[in-house]
């Protein structure tokens, strides 16, 4: 699997977008973006995921670039319950088998 | 999205013991993975438990260190055995049923 890059940290105001970048340049066609949240002390859980079209759901939207080598997830509006750490993460299976977890971004919503 | 029960939720145990983790899931599932996050770390997988056979384990885990059993299709243990202190983190469960999914682990501390 691809390996990804995120930023080690990020701030972000409550009410506005958060824009979490994740850098994927090795990725190969037939590998998934997935991107999954860990709120403090609590499994890690699955927030979307995508291959080459962007895609938006109840949580979040994945942006992919054109070549595919980086992504950018989008909560639109973030609320304190969203301080988290966030990973993105490449995989061949689709939705993953074994998810192989990076360091990710600590993102933190302020008030 | 599967359930998955995870028990204990944490333990203080004494170095040289064992401790037996379970996992129980709300619906039958092929395959089953247990995770470790050190403290302040991300997730390492440790293996991956399918039913009727051995679990397969990653690079720097071993079967003596860490048996996992897999009766059926929706439990599996994880048992840490002749514990020490550098065993101290959070043990997860994971499955992986149209997305991956994730118990909300057992906090170890090995005194």
């Known amino acids: 699997d691809a390996k990804t890059t995120q930023p080690t940290s990020m701030d972000c105001a409550e009410g506005r977008a958060a824009n979490l970048p994740c850098n994927h340049s090795?990725?190969?066609?037939?590998?998934?973006v997935y991107w999954y949240r860990q709120i403090h002390s609590q499994g890690p859980q699955y927030i979307i995921h995508?291959?080459?079209n962007n895609e938006t759901n109840e949580m979040a939207s994945l942006i992919i670039t054109e070549d595919r080598k980086s992504s950018t997830l989008i909560l639109p509006h973030a609320t304190l319950r969203d301080t988290a750490v966030y990973y993105c993460?490449?995989?061949?299976?689709?939705?993953?088998?074994?998810?192989?977890f990076g360091k990710g971004t600590s993102l933190l919503v302020t008030p | 999205s599967a359930v998955i029960s995870q028990k204990p939720s944490r333990d203080i145990c004494q170095r040289g013991t064992s401790l037996t983790i379970q996992c129980q899931v709300d619906?039958?599932?092929?395959?089953m993975f247990w995770y470790r996050q050190q403290p302040g770390q991300s997730l390492t997988l440790i293996a991956t438990?399918?039913?009727?056979?051995?679990?397969?384990?990653e690079s720097g885990f071993v079967i003596d260190k860490f048996p996992i059993s897999r009766p059926n299709l929706t439990f599996s243990t994880l048992t840490v055995s002749n514990m020490s202190p550098e065993d101290s983190s959070i043990y997860l469960c994971s499955v992986v049923e149209q997305g991956a999914f994730f118990g909300q682990g057992t906090r170890l501390t090995v005194v």
């Open positions: 438990a399918n039913q009727g056979s051995e679990a397969t384990y």
């Open positions: 993460i490449v995989s061949k299976v689709k939705f993953g088998y074994a998810l192989n």
């Open positions: 619906s039958q599932v092929t395959m």
């Open positions: 090795t990725i190969s066609g037939n590998e998934y």
């Open positions: 995508g291959l080459k």
